[in-house]
């Protein structure tokens, strides 16, 4: 493609996205295909010949978009937070016009450079200390298998060469993400070695049964090395007592991770920086741009206090080779598994930048005001129940019915293509979730979202 | 950012990122800037209040882009191939606007359905059997990480559960790409269980090398699990004998892993299909599009004649649940560990369609030809030797003189600004290497570099 026609295809697809953002309810949020219906559509090979780029852009249009589920809508309220602001879009242009890779350092200065100062900053917003080192993956998932794998070797450090382990144990709490009992299965460590601890009424890690917990593998024999701590649980937005958690971990010399993929965004506010009270004393900590931050996907930050157990973990770089390297030229390839690495600090410094940190605070500060309006709204309606506290932007609640009527009322919602939402189950119970955190939803949005449900859509 | 400021900022850099592409040579293609100094001439501290765009964008013009390494620039002939097309940059542009997550197929069929398409599409092309399933991950490290974790819980199914495992042991050769070592290392496998079997005077695995390694290690009460065999090695594109390697694993159960992240894509050219003989044997195959197919970062295409053990090794979703699922609605989350999930698909669409396959075979065939006619040229240069068989568009060769004096020609020849060349070391001597995949590339500038590498630049 020449660069005048990706100069005239490249404004079309511009224009089409404005367009896109002018009228995001032009589309029913939640797609409305059949499974296979898409493929069915598409040709069973690829072609021989090349074909316009307009016919191609035609069939994004007719065949693909109406396959979309549409994260940036402003009645997108399920799962969590999500925004591709325009700033965070200009810089996936460049990013993917300049096809920069930070394998090394040198292979793109300013990629690696980036990435530094971006996290940087973004960890005086959040009032993490400076000790805290970033890096970027594509998703927590990937990030916090990193982090279990470097808790891992703080463990126990011949383990990396020999591959022999003691018998390792990991405790979250039940209502801790997906993502930790995968990490923990994917490295080999045992479903079964994953400890999910109990959690009281309001979502929040028992304290005393983690420690129990760990009392009784140390006596059976076993090896606890890593707590997963989590701020802004999945289900309910709920926070684990980090600080309790944190002595904890620390009187067993265990390795302390704090999942706040969700809310750690919320920490930019001076009004909820006290979510992350204890985080401070984690060995790493995981926040996600892509979810409240406004970042387009894919964007999550790992942190950690200890960029040598890091580095202990995944280099394969010999120690005296790396004596030789310039301190200051940092390669991002000796902390992780991958090698290959997107300039996906751009997008985020474009972000960061065009907003500014009050702008951003601003806007999570609402989401959450809104949020507990709606949640003293359905509080105040005799037909509804509250679920679980709304500390966040997240409501939990659901009508004082039986869990088929309540799963009628999603499926209707979300049937009208205005609102997506998701539910959760507590205590075996189906349950409501509105999650507020696009920034194109407004409160009014948010309150039509309720008229549909109380209405039974 | 409003709608009517994104198109109007949108404009501008479609425009820039068009004039970048005209006037490739505008920048010199490795950085020359010193470590530290972007980091330097950033502020320490993002901004309280939001800035303009337009000072932002000349912020990246002014500070970022000289201290970028431009990948995209037709003299980068370090590495691998990799080419930010026209219709893959636009590609990418939709994705970051729609910023569509295929966590579930709900989430977005059109994500979901789109991927297993062009995988199939590029499955046909490569002539790999319709048994292999296809998954996007960010990059081959993280790709082959999961290739490994699926092989060893095809040796070991009770592991998953109780993290107990066998004294695993895995193969690859000497030349093998790190990404299996490190794989193996973050599974916790253990470095010193990785065999790095010798290669043959072509730097291809010794295949009764593989067979008598294999047989030492049973005999020591070890179990070997994989093999991972490469087509088209990082420093050489040196083959390995796949259909002995094949049969070596398969009288011993193992699980074979064929790495053709680079040549993979050369096999759309039925000229070329040969070099993956064999592999339509593996249990698992990685192909980056994003090295010689024409994709920006990042896309990298794990597949599998397995889907069921990958889905065993990394699904969180119960059987009695998976039976209520539509078996049209893939849910990629349950067949690796990341769960976001960015609409990758969509730029390697564009890519097959836009161009078609025949085109593509012959920009390949073409940069094939020219590594051949330019090892050719060095060959008849009584100074200069060539190192390794120049099967692909990779050509390894060395001054006949001292390492330093080679290893100061490449300072020069990358100093020029026009041509960025990397290195090797083959049998412990400095080997310079030109690799050719770019493809803005032409003849021309192939012959150029070795013009600069020929009067020592």
């Known amino acids: 493609m020449s660069p005048e026609e990706f100069r005239r295809m490249g404004h079309l697809v511009v224009d089409w996205l404005a367009d896109y953002q002018l009228h995001p309810e032009r589309f029913p949020v939640l797609s409305r295909v059949k499974p296979g219906e898409i493929t069915d559509a598409l040709p069973a090979s690829g072609p021989r010949q090349g074909e316009a780029m307009e016919g191609i852009l035609r069939d994004f249009e007719q065949t693909i978009v109406p396959g979309l589920t549409h994260w940036n809508h402003p009645g997108f309220m399920a799962y969590f937070a999500n925004t591709a ?23 793109s200065p300013a990629l690696t450079e980036l990435e530094q100062v971006t996290l940087s900053w973004l960890r005086q917003w959040m009032g993490l200390p400076e000790t805290f080192f970033g890096i970027i993956h594509d998703t927590a998932s990937i990030g916090v298998m990193h982090a279990i794998a470097a808790a891992r070797v703080y463990a126990c450090p011949t383990g990396r060469m020999t591959g022999e382990w003691p018998r390792l144990t990991i405790y979250c709490s039940e209502q801790a993400h997906s993502s930790v009992e995968k990490g923990a299965i ?10 999910k601890i109990a ?19 140390l006596a059976s024999g076993h090896k606890p090395f890593c707590v997963v701590a989590t701020v802004g649980t999945t289900s309910t937005t709920s926070i684990d007592p980090v600080p309790e958690i944190a002595d904890i971990s620390e009187r067993h010399n265990m390795w302390l991770h704090v999942d706040c993929a969700y809310a ?20 790493s ?64 410094w474009f972000i960061m930048r065009y907003y500014g ?19 003293v709204a359905i509080a105040a309606d005799p037909d509804f129940e509250i679920c679980a506290p709304a500390r966040m932007s997240v409501v939990c609640f659901r009508k004082k019915a039986a869990d088929k009527e309540n799963e ?25 979730r509105i999650a507020i955190g696009n920034m194109g939803t407004t409160r009014d949005h948010v309150f039509r979202a309720w008229e549909l449900v109380r209405h039974g859509a």
Not at 296 to 303: K, Q, T, W
Not at 410 to 417: H, I
């Open 186 to 195: 994917a490295l080999g460590i045992g479903q079964r070695n994953v400890r």
């Open 357 to 375: 940190r009050d702008a951003i605070a601003h806007m999570i500060e609402e989401h959450i005001r809104w949020a507990q309006e709606l949640a």
């Open 285 to 348: 900590l995981i926040v996600n741009p892509h979810k409240w931050l406004f970042t387009p996907v894919d964007l999550s930050v790992l942190y950690t206090s200890r960029p040598d157990i890091l580095r202990q973990t995944f280099s394969l770089i010999p120690e005296y080779l790396r004596s030789r390297q310039d301190p200051r030229a940092l390669n991002y390839m000796e902390y992780g598994v991958p090698l290959g690495r997107r300039f996906r600090a751009l997008k985020l």
């Open 264 to 283: 750690g965004s919320a920490a930019v506010s001076p009004k909820y920086r006290h979510f992350l009270t204890g985080a401070e004393r984690a060995q």
């Open 85 to 107: 602001s325009g700033p965070g879009v200009l810089g996936e242009m460049l990013a993917a016009g300049l096809n920069a890779n930070g394998i090394l350092w040198k292979t």
């Open 199 to 217: 959690v009281d009424d309001k979502f929040q890690m028992i304290a005393p049964a983690l420690a129990a917990s760990i009392e009784k593998d």
């Open 408 to 432: 009628a009322i999603v499926e209707r919602v979300n049937a009208t293509g205005e609102i997506y939402l998701s539910h959760t189950m507590l205590h075996d119970r189906y349950v409501i």
